[in-house]
């Protein structure tokens, strides 16, 4: 069992940068791939950015690349992702989660665990 506990996110002008962290319970979270998803109102949850466990050759979505990055520290449990050049569309509720299959997945249905959310406004 993983607990996936988030932090970060708040209201940001456009062109603002903000830092999310999810703080993983469990000694095997480096085995897992970690995720980042979001979900604007009206709309499904979407992939934003994962990492697998060797921490190679990352992945993210296409609107997303070149602003954001994530980043995992094994040895604090913790994932993150940075978010620099924010636009109104990154408005969204963020959620981290877990994954216990290999590379890095962008289908929702194949983590495991997922962390509360936490909201992010970018305002114009």
């Known amino acids: 069992q993983v607990q996936l506990v988030q932090s970060g996110g708040g209201l940001v002008q456009a062109g603002g940068s903000l830092r999310l962290s999810c703080v993983a319970s469990?000694?095997?979270?480096?085995?897992?791939?970690m995720g980042w998803f979001r979900q604007a109102p009206g709309k499904e949850r979407e992939f934003v950015a994962a990492?697998?466990?060797?921490?190679?050759?990352?992945r993210y979505q296409d609107s997303v690349k070149g602003r954001f990055t994530i980043s995992r520290d094994n040895a604090k449990n913790t994932v993150y992702l940075q978010m620099n050049s924010l636009k109104p569309e990154d408005t969204a509720v963020y959620y981290c989660?877990?994954?216990?299959?290999?590379?890095?997945?962008?289908?929702?249905?194949?983590?495991?665990?997922w962390g509360q959310g936490t909201q992010v406004t970018v305002s114009s």
């Open positions: 989660a877990a994954a216990m299959v290999g590379g890095t997945p962008a289908a929702s249905a194949l983590y495991n665990y």
């Open positions: 469990g000694r095997t979270f480096s085995s897992y791939t």
């Open positions: 990492k697998s466990w060797s921490g190679v050759n990352p």
